[in-house]
């Protein structure tokens, strides 16, 4: 749709306005100027708002039929569209009239709402009549451009007038026609005071009265007329002066604005500098804030890793505490015992079930003894000499061996071993102390005993190194933990 403009006069209810419509498909202006008082209304619509003013009428109107139908209304070339100019007044009785029952609106005492004027466009259908009302903003200051419209046509109406007064007037001639019937006046007057001589006839005498007569009242008639052609001429040459006062005072005006924003110029370019400047610092400052948020959320992710790796370190301290406890409480025992009561408490707590790699078979299991009666086997029956301490059992073989009678190195070392990754502080995986060397046989001893408190020595040593190595690697590891 191209760009449309109207401008034209209209009379509404006995009051002229000058309206100017003017439109596109988006947008849709329009301004009445009241012509006595130059009071101008102006307001600009969306074809959004158009749609949707049109839609809570209850008959939905596209915005370019809307504006065919203005058009139509304000050239008069439709009847079935017409248009009014309301005050907000008139169009609360308006509205009252219709709905007896709606209260009034509180905002009847807003001034700048009773300033403004609505233009009521009512469309007449066959089955249907509706109101648009569209509301119109008193401009108290109207632009620059309006202005210069106003003083245009004021102009053109002036010049207008002075062409109408040169063809239907001219004073010259009016003041000539009166003289002579001024004149005329007086001879027939004197006509008359000459008749009262009798030397005339009465025939004469009375034809000269009657001409008198008629006379004076051609004149009477004539002056009538001309006092009134002269009040009338006088009544509008006033308001002709007033209405070039009114431009004059108008021009004035529109020459101060035009100096004032001459004079503010210079201000509005400063103030646009300022504008530019805060926006660049807004930009800088919303980029600061976005590097901001995300070091803050790398920190954040930082800092839940660092609480998770805490917590794992709390309950690995907690883990070390425990074991510390059981292994000092162990030390104790060792320590507070013979050494055949530590042997069989270190076998029967800290290696209930010894199982050497080297003599794995699935034919041959390992067990330690138990007292008579206290433990059964798999099948429900206690096995022949499994009431002696480190008594092996085969289902294959009959014979029965203990490893206290049998000190062979690999047998000796599948013990350790077991031990070592059976203790609780093995976890530590501390190196092991070297075994003391073999005493020789004394002569007080047999060799039974002589091999056992060999072992029994070789063990003490090994296990207390582990437990001091564990306990300091304990503290080295609270004190890291609270720094």
């Known amino acids: 749709m191209e760009h449309l403009r109207k401008s034209s006069e209209i009379n509404i209810r006995g009051t002229h306005y000058l309206y100017d419509l ?58 079935s569209v017409v248009i ?34 609505y233009l009521i466009l009512t469309f007449s259908g066959e089955f249907e009549r509706v109101h648009y009302p569209l509301p119109l903003s008193l401009e108290e200051t109207p632009d620059l451009e309006t202005m210069k419209k106003t003083i245009a046509r004021l102009r053109n109406e002036l010049e207008q007038a002075k062409k109408a007064q040169g063809v239907d007037f001219n004073p010259v001639l009016v003041l000539k026609e009166n003289e002579e019937l001024k004149q005329l006046v007086k001879k027939y007057e004197h006509n008359q005071t000459l008749a009262a001589v009798p030397r005339k006839g009465a025939v004469e005498i009375d034809t ?56 503010g110029k210079a201000d509005i370019d400063e103030i646009n500098g300022k504008v530019l400047l805060l926006s660049q610092q807004l930009e800088k400052a919303q980029r600061q804030e976005t590097k901001m948020k995300k070091d803050l959320e790398s920190t954040q992710e930082e800092l839940d890793k660092l609480k998770q790796n805490e917590k794992k370190l709390k309950q690995r301290v907690t883990q070390l505490e425990e074991e510390l406890s059981a292994a000092l409480k162990n030390r104790g025992a060792v320590r507070n ?51 002696r301490i ?74 207390m190194s582990e437990v001091d190595a564990k306990f300091k690697k304990l503290q080295d590891l609270l004190k890291a933990t609270r720094s």
């Open 390 to 463: 480190g008594v092996r059992y085969s289902p294959s073989q009959k014979n029965r061996t203990s490893p206290n009678r049998n000190n062979s190195p690999s047998s000796t070392a599948s013990r350790k071993n077991a031990y070592a990754n059976n203790s609780p502080v093995s976890r530590l995986r501390t190196p092991p102390s070297k075994p003391s060397p073999i005493r020789k046989n004394s002569p007080q001893q047999s060799p039974g005993n002589r091999k056992k408190d060999n072992s029994l020595e070789n063990k003490k040593p090994a296990v």
């Open 337 to 387: 015992s013979s050494p055949a009561a530590r042997v069989n408490t270190r076998t029967t707590v800290n290696n209930p079930v010894v199982r050497s790699p080297n003599t794995r078979s699935p034919r041959i299991s390992t067990r330690l003894g138990t007292p008579p009666g206290s433990r059964e086997n798999s099948r429900g029956s206690s096995r022949p000499g499994s009431d």
């Open 22 to 79: 003017s439109g596109d498909s988006e947008n849709l202006s329009i301004s009445f100027e009241e012509k006595e008082t130059a009071k101008l209304w102006k307001a600009d619509f969306t074809s959004s708002y158009i749609e949707t003013l049109t839609q809570k009428s209850k008959s939905f109107k596209k915005f370019p039929i809307f504006l065919k139908m203005l058009i139509s209304a304000l050239e008069g070339t439709s009847e």
């Open 208 to 263: 000269l009265i009657r001409e008198s007569k008629i006379l004076e009242q051609e004149n009477e008639r004539l002056q009538l007329e001309g006092t009134k052609e002269v009040k009338k001429l006088r009544k509008e040459n006033d308001e002709l002066q007033q209405e070039l006062d009114r431009v004059k005072k108008e021009m004035d005006v529109i020459i101060k604005q035009l100096e004032k924003e001459a004079g």
């Open 84 to 117: 009014d100019l309301l005050t907000y007044q008139e169009l609360e009785m308006f509205r009252s009239s219709r709905n007896p029952g709606a209260s009034s609106s509180s905002q009847s005492l807003n001034p700048k709402l009773l300033s403004k004027r």
